[in-house]
């Protein structure tokens, strides 16, 4: 009679006593399977026997640590061996939640970042650090490893609307893994409706993509949590300058080394200057409205995976090369002629190299600590998505046609008009009356940016604010006419 199979289990293989009576090898957990399979666990297990007292307890608290981490090394051995089934057509009883998962984050995700590799290595292009996909790859099996966790068990015919409710309710009592209140004294931030909603659409593509494939008859429809409130706030152009002029002058500050026999562990302002790379990154968002993550992967030069800028044309082509268009549309735009002198000028003097947006003359991946020190120094609150915000507004507000600015965005006109089209500047203006007629013709869009069709409107703007100056200040208001009159 063939012997029957035992499957994946933990066994500990006994310790060895030297001759003189002490521990000459620890006992040690293994992972033994059918076919002759033993592996370590790197886990291993004390002799209690003849200990007492708190020598006992310590022995026996490291044999249970021990044995916790060998059972977590068995779970992740049954993972790495199962393979889910490719048979096609079965009901969603059949089918578990976790095998879609793995199967989508395998075929998918990680075959993305294989071909986008193979895309580097026959271009001979090296990476100083990991580039950016990968990251986007690593986040994205983060939150398929911590979907997996809570749908454990769980089959496609278990997914409806109450069960993702639950799945909401139980991730909303976590709080996130890359919190540290032991470290920064601050309570820990709580996962958000909108985090587990971010992990369920990712959910929601792996079942599709499984159904679209045919290894499932049955249409499984994933429930989502409401969107939150959207956020419309922009800066407005005295923000920006403040903004800008911060970044520019910001001092890196340093302590003075121990050994100084004067000035030993005091601050002190350095030359290095570490934000004026995003004083690049915000004039990009704010003149073209694009996305933070193509303006950090913006090159001079089509590269895989990134978006490029062409210099010579005045084109900036958002989507990045090799990537499939998604529904944030990212459609190529002409960079307004401002900001095509100063990117020029940029990398002429090498101020910018390789990329748009260089630190220490490597590329950034993301600018989210840096922006939000920029703006707290400057007394604003906000992200890099706002520079977007701010670029939606300040063309409605300028009197461009929406079809123009919807398209300059990379936007549906019916999304730019429901979120901004209360900022257009004719917005209500025959329903309100009383207003000024416009003395301009609506602008085209290369007008927006220009400084001599809104020289008037820039003119009175820096007057009044010259007069509420000097008003502050106490001072009297004195030009070439009041100085003649008083001579």
Same mark, same amino acid.
């Given at each position: 009679?063939?012997?029957?199979?035992?499957?994946?289990?933990?066994?500990?293989?006994?310790?060895?006593?030297?001759?003189?009576?002490?521990?000459?090898?620890?006992?040690?957990?293994?992972?033994?399977?059918?076919?002759?399979?033993?592996?370590?666990?790197?886990?291993?297990?004390?002799?209690?026997?003849?200990?007492?007292?708190?020598?006992?307890?310590?022995?026996?608290?490291?044999?249970?640590?021990?044995?916790?981490?060998?059972?977590?090394?068995?779970?992740?051995?049954?993972?790495?061996?199962?393979?889910?089934?490719?048979?096609?057509?079965?009901?969603?009883?059949?089918?578990?939640?976790?095998?879609?998962?793995?199967?989508?984050?395998?075929?998918?995700?990680?075959?993305?970042?294989?071909?986008?590799?193979?895309?580097?290595?026959?271009?001979?292009?090296?990476?100083?650090?990991?580039?950016?996909?990968?990251?986007?790859?690593?986040?994205?099996?983060?939150?398929?490893?911590?979907?997996?966790?809570?749908?454990?068990?769980?089959?496609?015919?278990?997914?409806?609307?109450? #069960?993702?409710?639950?799945?909401?309710?139980?991730?909303?009592?976590?709080?996130?893994?890359?919190?540290?209140?032991?470290?920064?004294?601050?309570?820990?931030?709580?996962?958000?409706?909108?985090?587990?909603?971010?992990?369920?659409?990712?959910?929601?593509?792996?079942?599709?993509?499984?159904?679209?494939?045919?290894?499932?008859?049955?249409?499984?429809?994933?429930?989502?949590?409401?969107?939150?409130?959207?956020?419309?706030?922009?800066?407005?152009?005295?923000?920006?300058?403040?903004?800008?002029?911060?970044?520019?002058?910001?001092?890196?500050?340093?302590?003075?080394?121990?050994?100084?026999?004067?000035?030993?562990?005091?601050?002190?302002?350095?030359?290095?200057?570490?934000?004026?790379?995003?004083?690049?990154?915000?004039?990009?968002?704010?003149?073209?409205?694009?996305?933070?993550?193509?303006?950090?992967?913006?090159?001079?030069?089509?590269?895989?995976?990134? #978006?490029?800028?062409?210099?010579?044309?005045?084109?900036?082509?958002?989507?990045?090369?090799?990537?499939?268009?998604?529904?944030?549309?990212?459609?190529?735009?002409?960079?307004?002629?401002?900001?095509?002198?100063?990117?020029?000028?940029?990398?002429?003097?090498?101020?910018?190299?390789?990329?748009?947006?260089?630190?220490?003359?490597?590329?950034?991946?993301?600018?989210?600590?840096?922006?939000?020190?920029?703006?707290?120094?400057?007394?604003?609150?906000?992200?890099?998505?706002?520079?977007?915000?701010?670029?939606?507004?300040?063309?409605?507000?300028?009197?461009?046609?929406?079809?123009?600015?919807?398209?300059?965005?990379?936007?549906?006109?019916?999304?730019?008009?429901?979120?901004?089209?209360?900022?257009?500047?004719?917005?209500?203006?025959?329903?309100?009356?009383?207003?000024?007629?416009?003395?301009?013709?609506?602008?085209?869009?290369?007008?927006?940016? #220009?400084?001599?069709?809104?020289?008037?409107?820039?003119?009175?703007?820096?007057?009044?604010?010259?007069?509420?100056?000097?008003?502050?200040?106490?001072?009297?208001?004195? #030009?070439?006419?009041?100085?003649?009159?008083?001579?």
């Amino acid at each position: 009679m063939p012997r029957r199979n035992s499957g994946p289990r933990l066994w500990l293989r006994p310790g060895e006593v030297a001759k003189d009576g002490g521990t000459e090898r620890l006992a040690q957990w293994h992972i033994k399977d059918d076919g002759g399979i033993r592996r370590p666990a790197g886990c291993f297990a004390r002799d209690v026997r003849g200990l007492k007292g708190a020598a006992k307890a310590e022995a026996v608290a490291y044999n249970e640590a021990e044995e916790a981490k060998a059972a977590q090394a068995l779970a992740d051995y049954i993972t790495a061996k199962h393979r889910p089934s490719v048979q096609k057509g079965r009901g969603a009883g059949e089918i578990l939640v976790v095998d879609v998962l793995l199967m989508w984050g395998e075929r998918v995700v990680q075959k993305r970042v294989e071909d986008l590799r193979a895309e580097d290595a026959k271009a001979g292009i090296v990476h100083a650090k990991p580039p950016i996909y990968e990251g986007r790859a690593g986040r994205c099996m983060a939150r398929l490893l911590q979907l997996g966790e809570w749908w454990q068990g769980k089959t496609l015919a278990d997914v409806d609307g109450d #069960s993702c409710d639950a799945y909401v309710a139980w991730r909303c009592g976590q709080a996130w893994k890359s919190a540290r209140p032991d470290e920064t004294g601050n309570d820990a931030r709580m996962v958000s409706p909108q985090g587990a909603r971010r992990e369920l659409e990712d959910m929601r593509a792996a079942i599709n993509w499984h159904r679209g494939r045919g290894y499932c008859r049955e249409i499984v429809e994933v429930s989502l949590p409401a969107k939150g409130k959207r956020k419309e706030h922009h800066l407005e152009r005295t923000e920006a300058a403040r903004l800008l002029l911060g970044m520019w002058r910001k001092r890196a500050v340093m302590t003075v080394r121990k050994d100084s026999p004067t000035r030993a562990g005091e601050k002190v302002l350095s030359k290095k200057r570490p934000h004026r790379h995003l004083v690049r990154f915000v004039l990009l968002g704010m003149y073209t409205g694009t996305r933070a993550g193509a303006i950090a992967t913006a090159a001079f030069e089509p590269v895989p995976g990134r #978006s490029w800028l062409d210099v010579e044309t005045g084109m900036f082509h958002r989507l990045a090369v090799g990537q499939a268009a998604t529904n944030k549309r990212q459609p190529p735009v002409r960079i307004p002629d401002r900001l095509l002198a100063h990117i020029r000028r940029w990398k002429r003097t090498g101020a910018s190299k390789d990329f748009v947006v260089e630190f220490n003359g490597a590329p950034v991946e993301q600018v989210n600590k840096g922006f939000g020190v920029a703006l707290a120094d400057a007394g604003l609150k906000g992200t890099p998505h706002m520079l977007r915000h701010t670029t939606a507004t300040w063309l409605l507000q300028r009197g461009v046609k929406s079809w123009d600015a919807a398209n300059y965005l990379g936007m549906s006109e019916k999304i730019l008009l429901e979120v901004y089209g209360h900022w257009a500047a004719d917005y209500q203006a025959g329903i309100a009356g009383g207003r000024k007629k416009r003395s301009l013709p609506p602008p085209e869009l290369h007008d927006a940016f #220009s400084i001599h069709y809104h020289r008037d409107k820039d003119l009175r703007l820096a007057s009044a604010n010259r007069d509420a100056r000097l008003a502050r200040l106490g001072l009297p208001l004195r #030009s070439l006419a009041t100085v003649a009159k008083a001579a």
